[in-house]
T-cell receptor, first 113, second 114 residues
């Protein structure tokens, strides 16, 4: 089954404790992206990657890092999480020639206390 | 700057009634337009998309949307709502093709009364 998976689905952590949210897709997509969803704001792009070893900032990259060492994986790293990063995070992927037709993962709900 | 506005935060309709969810966008060129649905605890599922051509587009689950350039709108419609349609709906515009970024509206929560 074609899908985007994220782990963990739920995470509660404390300020400053480094964490990684994994994202993996099995569709051989070149393009991958991370969004965060906050009430009243919709989804906002954090980072995106056009292909392996090619990443760039979205609208809200502060406090986040990403890497794209393999085509299928695009982990989101929070080196020192803060409470304002409490949010619902979505990973998405697509082919490079149809970048806007994105398939979304199920989401990761992160709470930072 | 590109933006998407969904004027209705919350809408309640009776099962079997018709539905229209509003979406207005601001974008300099011909936009790529999307509607996504998010059921509780689920990711986003693409309902339909508009790239060019016929301004009335059909999607999954009986939804359709009409692109009106003069009104900068892309409203979502369904003739008869089912209880399973209760969810949050997001309109999005595809910005700058080299980033693949989707700009989302704030979302509209649909409640369906029996």
């Amino acid at each position: 089954e074609a899908q985007v998976t994220q782990n963990p689905r739920y995470l509660i952590t404390v300020t400053g404790k480094k964490l990684t949210v994994t994202c993996s897709q099995n569709m051989n997509h070149e393009y991958m992206s991370w969004y965060r969803q906050d009430p009243g704001l919709g989804l906002r792009q954090i980072y995106y990657s056009m292909n392996v070893e090619v990443t760039d900032k979205g609208d809200v990259p502060e406090g986040y890092k990403v890497s794209r060492k393999e085509k299928r994986n695009f982990p989101l790293i929070l080196e020192s999480p803060s409470p304002n990063q409490t949010s619902l995070y979505f990973c998405a992927s697509s082919t490079r020639d149809r970048v806007h037709e994105q398939y979304f993962g199920p989401g990761t709900r992160l709470t930072v206390t | 700057a590109q933006s998407v506005t969904q004027p209705d935060i919350h809408i309640t309709v009776s099962e079997g009634a018709s539905l229209e969810l509003r979406c207005n966008y601001s974008y300099g060129a011909t936009p790529y337009l999307f509607w996504y649905v998010q059921s509780p605890g689920q990711g986003l599922q693409l309902l339909l998309k508009y790239f060019s051509g016929d301004t009335l587009v059909q999607g999954i689950k009986g939804f359709e949307a009409e692109f009106k350039r003069s009104q900068s709108s892309f409203n979502l419609r369904k003739p008869s709502v089912h209880w399973s349609d209760a969810a949050e709906y997001f309109c999005a515009v595809g910005a700058q093709s080299n980033t693949g970024k989707l700009i989302f509206g704030q979302g509209t929560t649909l409640q369906v009364k029996p």
